[in-house]
C-alpha cells in the first residue's frame, strides 16, 4: 500500500481526485477522513488530510501552573512533541502498520515540511521501516500534480526544513510563555485579559506605539501655498515654484507683487515621454500589501489565498520570488483565461501582443514560483471576498506580461508679473499595463496646448495657510512592509502577528492601526527596563539563524540554545527591575480602567459619565462621577461592549457611545445618543417601511 500525506481535507480531496481521474472513495473515521484513490501507479492508494500541525509543541505539564513554576526553570525546560489530533494520529498508525511507501504531500516550505514529518514520525513509529519520498509542487492543477508525483520528480524529505520550522517553534514557545507569564504576574493582568508578550510580537507593537508617540508630540509648523488660476481656451492651474512658503512675510511681499494681475507669460515649455514600467510578480508580502490596499486585512487575505491555491485557481501564496521561472508556459495560462468572461478580453489583448516579456523583480528563489492563477474560477463560485482576491492575482498577473505604459509629460513655466509660476500636465499615450491592473492611481491632468510667449489670463491668484502634518499611522500594507524591512517574521507568520495584535486589543482599527494604552504602557515599561525585548535586532539574527537551519549552515540544537540564553539575560534584566515594572504597569492597567468606564462629560456639571453597576438589580447604568453631589444617570443596553466615541449629540448636548454585540459568529455595532428621549431616536423600535 502507498500512502500519501496531504496538509490539509481541501488538498488532499483534490490531489486524489486528480490522481484517481475522479474515482475517489471517501472514508470517514470520525472527523478525520481517508481518500481510497484504489491502484495509481501501479500500487493500492489511500491519501490522508492532516490538519495542519497535529504535533503540537509545549512543556512537561508540571509547568503548566503560572503561578507555580520557576521562570527559570522554564527557559532550560526540554520540549515535548505531542499530538494534538489523535484521530488523525490513529488513523496514521492504522494504515502506516500497512504502508510499503509513503509520500509526503504537504506544502513544500519549512512549516508543509515539519507537518509532513510529524506524520511521518507517527507512521515510524508502527513501521520503521517504511519508504519515504516527498513530492514537491506549487500549484493544485491537474499537470503540476501528475508531474510532482512521477517517481523521477520525487525528492526525500528536507531534514533541515522541518528543523528550521520546529526550531521557531520551540524559540517562540520559550519566550512567549517566560515573558507572557512575567508580564501578566508581575502586572496582576491574569485570566482571559493576561498581557502576551512574543519574540516578533513585541517589537511589531513597539513600531504601532512609536509611531503614535511621534503623532502625539507632533508640533505643527504654518506654511502658505501659492497657485494661480489661468485661462488659455480652458481653465487649468499653475502653482508658485516652490512648494512651501514658510515666511509671511515672504507670502505678503508676492501677494503684493500680483495684486491686480491680469495676464502671464509663458516663458518656457518641456515635454517628454516618460515611461511607467509594469510591475513585478508578485512574492507574498507585495500581494498582501496590495491586497491590504483594497480593503483585505493580510491575515484574511492569506487565509483566501490558501484556499484558492487548494481549489487549484492560484499557485502557492508562500513565495519570495519576484522573478517567473522559465517553465511557466504563459500562453496556456493565457488562453484558459480566454474562457473567462470577466477576463476572456483582456487575455486576448495579451495574447495579442508581438512578443509576451515578463518583468522580473529582484528577488529570486528555487521553491515556488511568483503568485499567478493556474485555473479559471467563475465570479458565481466565489464569495466577494475570495473574488477579490483572484481578481487581484489575475490583474497583476496580466499587468505583468503587459506592455509598459507610456506617459506625455508638459512642464510650462508661466512669469506673472515677475513671479514665476509651473503647471504640471500629464497624459495616458499608451495605457500598457494600466489597462490590467485598476487598482494604480495614475490620472492624467491635461494641460491646454501652450508654447513660448503664449499670454494666458490670470482668474484668480489662491494663497492658502496651511500645516505640516504628522506622520502617518501604520496601515497593514505599511506595517508589512516595516516588519519585511526590519527582518521581524517571514512572509508566512507576519499576517498572524498583526491579527494576534488586534485579536489581543493591543491594536484596532482596519484602515490603519491605534495602539491601545494598554499597549502604551506594556511597550513604555519594557523599553524602559528591558529594551532589548522591543527591539528588531535580536529577532532579525534568530531569523536570519534560522534561515541558516534550512541552508545547512547551522545546527537546530545550537540555534535554540543560542535563543535561551539571550532569553535568560532577558529574564535578568526583568527580574532586575520587577518592583518598578510591577509599579508602572498597575497604574497604567488602573488609569486604562478608568478610562475604559468613562463615556463623556456630563453635562449638568464639570464631572464625566462612567460604567457603574447596580447593587440591586445586577444591571449596568451610566452614572456621574461626582455623585451624591450629582445625581445624572441615565440607561446603557445590557448586551454588548460600551465605548465611549468622544462625540457629543448635536440634538441633546448627551455623550454618543458606540455599542458591539456578538451574535453567532459575527458582530455588529452601532453608536447611540445615551438619552433615551433624543430627537435621533423618535424612529427607534419602528419597523423598517423599506
Known sequence: MRLIIAEKDKAARRIAEILSGGKVKTIKE?????????????????????????????????FSSWKDSSLWDIVDANFVYKPSRRDIARLLEEYGKLA??????????????????????????????????????????????????????????????????????????????????????????????????????????????????????????PYWVLSALLEKNSKFEAKYKKDKIWDKAELDGLLAKLDGAKEGVVTKVTKRSKKYSKPTPFNTNDFLRAAANIGVPPAKAMQIAENLYMSGYISYPRTDNTVYPKTIDFKSILHALEGSPEFGALARKILSQEEIVPSNGKKQSNDHPPIHPTGVAKKSSLDPASWKIYELVVRRFFATLATDAKLNVVKAEIEIDGVVFVANGQTIKDPGWLEFYT?????????????????????????????????????????????????????????????KLLDRGYISGTRNYTPSSVAFKVIETLEKHAERITKPDMTAKLEEDMQRIADRKKRKRDVVEESKKLLREALKQLFDNQEAIKKEMREGIKEDRLKSKTLGPCKNCDGVLVIRVSKATGKRFAACSSYPDCNETWPLPQKGSVQPTGKICPQCGTPIIRVTVKKGKRKYTYQMCLDPNCPTKKDWGKENEG
Not at 38 to 58: A, C, N, R
Not at 178 to 185: A, I
Request: hydrophobic share 35%; aromatic share 6%; with cysteine.
Open 439 to 499: 487598482y494604480s492611481q495614475t490620472k492624467e491632468n491635461k494641460l491646454p496646448e501652450l508654447k513660448e510667449r503664449d499670454v494666458v489670463k490670470v482668474l484668480k491668484i489662491i494663497h492658502q495657510e496651511k500645516q505640516t502634518q504628522p506622520p502617518n499611522r501604520y496601515t497593514p500594507a505599511s506595517l508589512l512592509k516595516e516588519m519585511e524591512k526590519l527582518g521581524l517574521g517571514t512572509k508566512s507568520t507576519r499576517p498572524t502577528i498583526i491579527q
Open 100 to 221: 510499503e511507501r509513503v509520500t509526503i504531500a504537504t506544502d513544500f516550505d519549512r512549516e508543509g515540511e515539519a507537518i509532513g514529518r510529524e506524520a511521518l514520525n507517527i507512521i515510524r513509529k508502527v513501521n520503521p521501516n517504511v519508504r519515504v519520498d516527498r513530492a514537491r509542487f506549487s500549484a493544485i492543477t491537474p499537470k503540476d500534480i501528475k508531474e510532482a508525483f512521477k517517481d523521477e520528480n520525487l525528492y526525500p524529505l528536507d531534514e533541515n526544513l522541518a528543523d528550521s520550522a520546529d526550531a521557531r517553534r520551540e524559540v517562540d514557545l520559550a519566550w512567549g510563555a517566560v515573558l507572557t507569564r512575567f508580564v501578566s504576574l508581575t502586572s496582576g493582568k491574569l485570566g482571559r485579559n493576561f498581557l502576551s508578550v512574543g519574540r516578533v510580537q513585541t517589537p511589531t507593537l513597539a513600531l504601532v506605539v512609536n509611531c503614535e508617540k511621534e503623532i502625539q508630540a507632533f508640533k505643527p509648523k
Open 30 to 62: 470520525g472527523r478525520a477522513r481517508v481518500y481510497d484513490i484504489g491502484v495509481f501507479d501501479g500500487e493500492d492508494t489511500v491519501v490522508i488530510p492532516l490538519s495542519g500541525h497535529i504535533v503540537d509543541v509545549d512543556f512537561d505539564k508540571d
